[in-house]
């Protein structure tokens, strides 16, 4: 049984983890976890997600998870506190899955990255909307019409309710987009053009190849993600159902924990973040008019 430990209870991430560890019961129960400990800044948001997710016990720090916990999962919803939660573990030697963004700052992902291989620490980040059933069937369906070359994909740039500069803007929703984007069309992105009008944000992305995606970050709408490829052969439509994205997700931490094997490299974890920062300081230039 791998115990966990949640750094973080301002997102419903750290209950639908927990939920799916210690309550859910049948197919949708994510089986060999239990999440034994959390710790959040906020004491009485920290004590309803414990009740929700029946988790027996609070941490006052974090670092006192260290020694009673296999693998822990940071999911804090600033991207740019990751790195101060993250470290610790890493150096301990602790499997590490962050939430998304992984970071907001380029620099801020290559320390996380650095802990994690002076100790050949495992350590992962992904919005889970990448392992959702449909995105993963969406992709089975896209390779027998080639490798998708153009595209789009859309969302909000910010969650139901939390305003648009949010823990740390474009990055907290913007980044399920990217995710999105390296999971379906690949890695290799070399520049950016944006756009903006009022909360909206609309970014060509290009690769080295002629692999060229519209990116489109939706202010003041409802959570929703769409994706439109195109290969040689054909094309498609992906409208992402998020009703199994936690479950799989959660398996797919569970097998780093459990091999060792990350399902992304350094390469790819900082590319993402990096193509994040690109979209993110040009659209911040054209809104100052720079």
């Given at each position: 049984?791998?115990?966990?430990?949640?750094?973080?209870?301002?997102?419903?991430?750290?209950?639908?983890?927990?939920?799916?560890?210690?309550?859910?019961?049948?197919?949708?129960?994510?089986?060999?976890?239990?999440?034994?400990?959390?710790?959040?800044e906020d004491a009485a948001r920290t004590e309803e997600v414990a009740a929700r997710g029946q988790i027996p016990a609070i941490a006052t720090a974090p670092e006192e998870m260290i020694g009673q916990v296999d693998a822990v999962l940071v999911v804090v919803r600033h991207g740019a506190l990751h790195t101060r939660y993250a470290v610790p573990f890493l150096?301990?030697?602790?499997?590490?899955?962050?939430?998304?963004?992984?970071?907001?700052?380029?620099?801020?992902?290559?320390?996380?990255?650095?802990?994690?291989?002076?100790?050949?620490?495992?350590?992962?980040?992904?919005?889970?909307?990448?392992?959702?059933?449909?995105?993963?069937?969406?992709?089975r369906k896209m390779r027998s019409y080639g490798e998708p070359v153009t595209g789009s994909i859309m969302g909000a740039n910010h969650g139901?309710?939390?305003?648009?500069?949010?823990?740390?803007?474009?990055?907290?929703?913007?980044?399920?987009?990217?995710?999105?984007?390296?999971?379906?069309?690949?890695?290799?992105?070399?520049d950016v053009e944006v756009v903006t009008h009022h909360s909206h944000v609309q970014a060509i992305v290009r690769y080295h190849d002629e692999r060229i995606v519209n990116l489109q970050f939706l202010g003041d709408v409802a959570p929703a993600w769409h994706v439109t490829a195109y290969g040689r052969d054909g094309a498609s439509h992906l409208a992402v159902d998020t009703k199994d994205c936690y479950k799989r997700g959660l398996e797919v931490i569970l097998r780093m924990i459990r091999t060792a094997q990350r399902p992304h490299s350094d390469d790819q974890l900082l590319e993402t973040v990096r193509v994040m920062d690109m979209i993110t300081r040009a659209a911040a230039q054209k809104r100052s008019g720079q």
């Open positions: 049984m791998i115990k966990l430990g949640i750094v973080g209870s301002d997102n419903f991430h750290a209950i639908a983890f927990a939920q799916l560890c210690n309550t859910t019961a049948g197919t949708q129960q994510v089986r060999g976890a239990r999440v034994v400990t959390i710790y959040g150096e301990a030697g602790v499997p590490t899955w962050v939430d998304k963004p992984f970071a907001i700052s380029p620099d801020d992902a290559a320390l996380m990255l650095q802990a994690a291989a002076r100790k050949n620490t495992p350590l992962s980040s992904f919005s889970t909307l990448r392992y959702a059933g449909c995105t993963q069937r969406f992709l139901a309710g939390v305003g648009p500069d949010a823990y740390g803007g474009l990055p907290f929703y913007g980044s399920h987009v990217v995710e999105l984007l390296a999971e379906i069309f690949g890695y290799g992105v070399c």
